[in-house]
């Protein structure tokens, strides 16, 4: 009698179970289905199970998120996009540059050197918004390369060359991933070898393929040409904000801690350790609620973030290093 009582019992709880689990794995199931068709994933038997993994629990974190975020507890919203359903050291493997500028470095980056005292007492403009002023390229996709730096060094010689002559060139990634790639410093590098070939060619002479190739610049379609190159006073927010009223800026964070971005303005102290993620700062402003942030164009195409940009919180301690590596070149 006891016996099957017990035996009763556990069938119950087995039921229950069982029944949860099902309902679970389907949702989940429906879930990672309409996740790897909106973004284009395909994967074989034995990665499909590993990546649904990874993906089931990357939802977790960010429904977890996004509740907070439905409370006003969080200054940013998760989502899913094309990191969903990897882990966060694939991440920056993937995306990895050490783009961090070293100080014995063989690239000639001049410091800069501008007299901000010529302007008396100069006043920050509240906030500066080059998108908007018609200065910045279309946000492009650099695939599953890791290029970014090539997008940075393009975009700020793109608007280089738009504040100088009033023409907004698109100027060419591929150019640069075929003839400047190096092994670190890649920002510089890629700035200081537009300077050394004597221009960079328009994206429409030389367009991006997302794979190294072999070098072929042509002079006669070049797009911008470089002069000198400087970098803002590293670690110096309000420095590279009163950069920023001059022109947009390329830098370099760290990234691993934004893969899961959505929209408004990050600021969680836990963006990773490397700087390995080169963007465009386009601008800066205050938002009421979430404080001052850098408007940051990324090259992760127009579905990823706030319509392929990024805000982060600005005067936040150098948040995600935005501050270390910033540069821009002078056209000519
Ligand atoms: C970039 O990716 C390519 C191919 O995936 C790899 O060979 C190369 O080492 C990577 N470069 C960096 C700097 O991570
Ligand atoms: C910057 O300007 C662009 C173009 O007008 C606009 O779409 C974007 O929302 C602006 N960004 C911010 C953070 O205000």
């Known amino acids: 009698m006891r016996v099957l009582l017990v035996i009763g019992c556990l069938v119950v709880i087995a039921g229950c179970t069982l029944g949860r689990a099902t309902f679970a794995e389907d949702q989940l199931e429906t879930e990672w289905n309409s996740y790897k068709s909106e973004f284009g994933k395909i994967y ?10 990874i993906f089931r629990d990357n939802k977790k974190i960010i429904d977890a998120h996004n509740e907070r975020w439905a409370a006003g507890d969080e200054s940013y919203e998760m989502g899913l996009n094309q990191f969903s359903d990897m882990l966060p050291k694939e991440i920056s493997e993937r995306l990895g540059t050490d783009a961090e500028i070293g100080l014995d470095e063989d690239v000639e980056v001049d410091m800069e050197s501008y007299d901000w005292s010529d302007y008396g007492d100069f006043k920050m403009v509240p906030s500066v918004n080059w ?24 975009g700020v010689t793109e608007s280089r060359q738009f504040l100088k002559s009033g023409k907004l060139p698109v100027l060419s990634k591929q150019n640069l991933v075929d003839c400047c790639r190096g092994n670190d410093n890649m920002v510089p ?73 959505k929209s408004g303005v990050y600021n969680d102290p836990h963006c990773g350790e490397k700087s390995n993620y080169a963007v465009l700062i386009v601008g800066y402003g205050h938002c009421k609620h979430f404080g001052d942030y850098w408007i940051l164009k990324t090259s992760l195409g ?18 995600c290093g935005i501050a270390n590596n910033a540069l821009y070149p002078e056209v000519v």
């Not at 074989?44 to 993994?53: G, I, P, Q, T």
């Not at 002479?205 to 803002?232: E, N």
């Not at 127009?302 to 948040?319: C, D, Q, S, T, V």
Request: aromatic share 12%; with cysteine; proline share 4%.
């Open 189 to 261: 590098r890629a700035l200081v070898c537009i300077k050394k070939l004597g221009g960079i060619d328009t994206e429409e002479s030389y367009p991006y393929r997302g794979l190294t190739g072999k070098c072929s610049f042509k002079r006669k379609y070049v797009g911008a040409r470089i002069d000198k190159i400087f970098r803002v006073n590293p670690g110096n927010e309000q420095a590279l904000a009163r950069s920023v009223t001059r022109g947009p800026i390329a830098a370099v964070i760290s990234f691993t801690g934004l893969m899961h971005y």
């Open 44 to 53: 074989d038997e034995s990665e499909e199970w590993l990546r649904k993994l």
């Open 131 to 154: 998108t908007h002023m018609g200065a910045v390229t279309p946000v492009a996709f650099q695939g599953h390369f890791n290029s970014s730096w090539a997008f940075a060094a393009a």
């Open 302 to 319: 127009p579905h990823w973030g706030e319509n392929g940009y990024l805000r982060l919180a600005r005067n936040k301690n150098n948040l």
